[in-house]
Nanobody, 123 residues
Framework: QVQLQESGPGLVKPSQTLSLTCTVSGGSITTNYAWSWIRQTPGKGLEWMGVIGYDGSTRYSPSLKSRTSISRDTSKNQFSLQLRSVTPEDTAVYYC????????????????WGKGTLVTVSS
């Protein structure tokens, strides 16, 4: 059974880079599906941030594209999120998920999620 787990610092200072890693077990990130980052705040709710495909291709939310990078370490079956120049508005619970891509234009469900990790941006 597929499991995802987020890890990384829970506190980041303003202007620095938020960095999180998602460790995937029970399935290879290079074989199928896409692997996504989502965050949740009281003000904005759930916000999709970006995704990396099993082929390594990436796509990002237009509102975050300039600050966001998603990468992967295939030897560890992990993918990571970097969010640069953070502010307190970036304080949120961050989730990683598996996202089915039925076709290039047909995205399915996010069927597996990590439990989420709270990241606070504060000095």
């Amino acid at each position: 059974q597929v499991q995802l787990q987020e890890s990384g610092p829970g506190l980041v200072k303003p202007s620095q880079t938020l960095s999180l890693t998602c460790t995937v077990s029970g399935g290879s990130i290079t074989t199928n599906y896409a692997w996504s980052w989502i965050r949740q705040t009281p003000g904005k709710g759930l916000e999709w941030m970006g995704v990396i495909g099993y082929d390594g291709s990436t796509r990002y939310s237009p509102s975050l594209k300039s600050r966001t990078s998603i990468s992967r370490d295939t030897s560890k079956n992990q993918f990571s999120l970097q969010l640069r120049s953070v502010t307190p508005e970036d304080t949120a619970v961050y989730y990683c998920s598996r996202w089915e891509r039925v076709s290039p234009t047909w995205w399915g469900f996010m069927d597996y999620w990590g439990k989420g990790t709270l990241v606070t941006v504060s000095s």
